[in-house]
């Protein structure tokens, strides 16, 4: 049975960075497009990026373009979201998503897997 786990998430002051971490089994991870989207309290689940199959093509919602970074390790079936300069804004639970296709997707109707999410809280 396919599952995702993300991990990484936590407290962290305005400015300040955190790695999140996507480890997929059950699933052929290599043949998955995946994505980072987010949700905050009372808000609907938002895209935030997503990188292709290879890794090679990535996109980026633009409120977090040049302050994240989406990678994928597919020897590891793990997916990657390093954040840099975080707001308190970006404060919301992250899920990480798989659809199996060459490229991602913005809409999240698109992806079949689904993560139970990490919580990232930034304080200001």
């Known amino acids: 049975q396919a599952q995702l786990v993300e991990s990484g998430g936590g407290l962290v002051q305005a400015g300040g960075s955190l790695r999140l971490s996507c480890a997929a089994s059950?699933?052929?991870?290599?043949?998955?497009?995946m994505a980072w989207f987010r949700q905050a309290p009372g808000k609907d689940r938002d895209f935030v990026a997503t990188?292709?199959?290879?890794?090679?093509?990535?996109d980026y919602a633009d409120f977090v373009t040049g302050r994240f970074t989406i990678s994928r390790d597919n020897a590891k079936n793990t997916m990657y979201l390093q954040m840099n300069s975080l707001k308190p804004e970006d404060t919301a639970v992250y899920y990480c998503?798989?659809?199996?296709?060459?490229?991602?997707?913005?809409?999240?109707?698109?992806?079949?897997?689904w993560g139970q999410g990490t919580q990232v809280t930034v304080s200001s």
């Open positions: 998503a798989a659809r199996v296709w060459t490229y991602g997707s913005r809409r999240s109707d698109d992806y079949t897997y």
């Open positions: 059950g699933l052929r991870f290599s043949i998955n497009a």
């Open positions: 990188i292709s199959r290879s890794g090679g093509s990535t």
